[in-house]
């Protein structure tokens, strides 16, 4: 019974946690100020934000009328390539943007970094939904509408997440704007890193497989 009661308060707090962030899409200031400092939001509903955001990333490419985006060949899609192109930006900015802020004062811990950009992210599932549906019903006259709304999509999840930075460390506009620049020029210069390291690591494999190959010829 104890337990079947605490499952049901998880549930509801778990509901609770999701429907807030709506009210961060309104309120994003208040919201992501909430979000953190005063526990409103949990990593099961920003979890669930971001599998919604996959999903949709997904969906969009097969269902979306080609009469407002290019076809797409499903045959050929790589969807581990659709779905890194999701969690690899997000990662490099959530650790980028915690290591810098972690230099500088910054207030937020790594894990509120993740769930308060995974919030942001909500508002690219709530307008691309209705608007993959919708692509089915429009004219060519009307396509330019649905680029229109899939952009606002796109940079109203930027400016939550900016917001939501802001919030979270404790920083003022000024020195937000120039840690948002700063966190997306850490993320080049890891994406940097990974491909130099990538590139000394096929390197060295490739010499140790044209050495193995030169001695079992030499055998």
Sequence with gaps: MIAALKQKDTYRRYLKSLKF?????SHPLDGFWDLTHEKRGTYAAANTILIATLMIRVLKLRYTSFVVAPPVYWEGVNIFMILASVLFPLALWVIGNWALTTLFDGKGRLGQVYMATCYALLPYP????????ASNFVTVDEAAFYSTLSTIALLYAGILIIAAM???????AGKNLLFTVASLFAMLVMV???MLFFSMISQGVAYFISLGKEILFRL
């Design 21 to 25: 962030g709506f009210y961060c899409m």
């Design 126 to 133: 709530v307008i691309q939904i209705p608007l993959t549906i």
């Design 166 to 172: 802001g919030q979270i460390h404790e920083y003022s």
């Design 192 to 194: 940097f890193i990974l």
